[in-house]
């Protein structure tokens, strides 16, 4: 029985899908280091890509992505002038093999077919593509059409995320993202017809004027497609970093109780569904290969969320992309103008980033089996048994209200986050993050 504990829902902690966290990124580190850490990988090494479509049609308010309008079209033609340019500077250091291809944003479905095409055509030509690679993409529905689903299915895209948020229009129209159901639901039947087998649905709990009513209809309306995923995202209101948030009225944001229920009930009904919890926001059905990672052990955890893609590396490419090595995390300049400047003129657009000490990799190895696993051992990571329990008796003053209220148990060199606590996880992770005692205000809320 899940139970709401005010004073730990309503905390600010990070989603750590890096670790360190971006809001330790300085610019101490640049594309000198990024170069260092491409040139390192081996040609036996797995890589995984993900280009960075920094534009939108339309903004939606709730949006925390580095995204604008494309108002002219020649925006467009002038980045994937630059992402080309890129893309060629970046396979021509870079060796190893791709596994993963992820186009996110921002909307790549914002780009025409021509343009996603040559995007496509310039990744097969600079970089090693396994047989087996999957090419991934999030999609805007208000703007996807039956040819564009045909030319993905023609380019090997065979996962597709569908950002649909909610399906209660009224909330939609708070948030700038009006999308009918039967608008999302004929895009998911024209990208199945078209041979894209894999679809993903993302959702959003903690949005302003949401009810259990109103997420107990849009996961029902959102069963009727048969998602093979399902992302179900708290709301991170920060107006003061996100400027276009301050679109949404504090007043009509529910509070941090209504958010927990709104989380448990997501969870319960697509339990209900046959998908299967995966880590503490994600689900999957059975047979998914997420699934499949989560009940083997081998669930990751990256900028894309949780994830199945095993690979040694990251790579970002395009504006504002995060770019993860085992000792180096980097980004990409985020103001497309300068992003520009730099690879046309035949540099890397790394503008920072943080090294990571070998004390970093091992703390975020904790985090990442903590989140995707809801249990570590330290020893078991490698860890030296005394360093596992000096870690764990330095965590443990960050840890004792958890164990206290029955959310975790913890031993000498470890712990397991309980059925209880499970809502609560990323409060668990932050007691192995060195970097922070408090998150302050710039992370999004515990649940």
């Not at 390192?40 to 580095?66: K, M, Q, V």
């Not at 009509?252 to 229920?261: I, S, V």
């Amino acid at each position: 029985m899940a139970v709401f504990h005010a004073d730990l829902a309503g905390r600010s902690v990070p989603r750590y899908t890096s670790y360190p966290t971006a809001a330790e990124f300085t610019e101490t580190v640049g594309a000198a280091e990024h170069r260092a850490a491409l040139e390192a990988l081996r040609p036996s090494d797995r890589i995984s890509l993900y280009l960075h479509i920094p534009y939108c049609h339309e903004i939606c308010w709730y949006c925390g992505c580095n995204t604008g309008p494309v108002g002219r079209a020649s925006r467009l033609d002038v980045y994937v002038e630059a992402l080309v340019a890129e893309i060629g500077i970046i396979a021509d250091r870079t060796k190893g093999r791709v596994s993963h291809v992820h186009f996110g944003g921002g909307s790549p479905n914002a780009l025409s077919l021509a343009q996603f095409e040559r995007v496509v055509a310039a990744i097969r030509d600079g970089f090693q593509i396994l047989p087996d690679a999957e090419w991934a993409a999030e999609l805007d529905p208000r703007h996807l059409d039956a040819d564009f689903c045909r030319m993905l299915a023609a380019n090997g895209v065979s996962r597709v995320s569908l950002g649909a948020q909610t399906f209660d229009l009224g909330i939609q129209l708070k948030i700038n993202r009006l999308q009918p159901f039967r608008m999302v639901a004929r895009c998911v039947e024209e990208l199945r017809h078209a041979g894209i087998a894999h679809i993903n649905l993302d959702l959003m709990y903690g949005l302003p004027g949401q009810t259990l009513d109103t997420i107990a209809r849009t996961v029902r309306l959102a069963r009727d497609l048969a998602p093979d995923r399902v992302a179900m995202f708290g709301y991170a209101h920060l107006p003061r970093m996100l400027p276009r948030q301050r679109m949404i009225e504090d007043s009509q944001l529910p509070d941090a109780e209504a958010r927990f229920w709104q989380s448990i009930l997501a969870r319960d009904l697509w339990l209900e569904e046959d998908l299967r919890p995966i880590g503490f926001d994600h689900y999957a059905r059975p047979g998914d290969k997420l699934a499949l990672a989560a009940a083997n052990g081998t669930l990751r955890r990256n900028f894309q969320g949780f994830t199945d893609d095993d690979a040694d590396a990251v790579i970002g490419l395009g504006a504002s992309s995060i770019s993860l090595f085992p000792g180096l995390i980097t980004q990409t300049e985020k103001h497309v103008g300068r992003y520009r400047m730099k690879v046309q003129n035949g540099c890397p657009g790394t503008t920072r980033g943080i090294r990571r000490s070998a004390d970093d990799q091992r703390r975020g190895a904790v985090i990442e089996r903590l989140l995707c696993d809801g249990r570590v051992d330290l020893v078991d990571l490698g860890w030296p048994p005394a360093a596992a329990a000096q870690a764990m008796a330095d965590a443990a003053p960050q840890l004792a209200s958890m164990q206290e209220r029955g959310l975790i148990r913890r031993h000498d060199t470890g712990l397991a986050i309980l059925p209880d606590g499970e809502p609560y996880a990323r409060l668990a992770a932050v007691a192995f993050d060195t970097f922070r005692t408090t998150a302050g205000d710039r992370f999004s809320k515990a649940v």
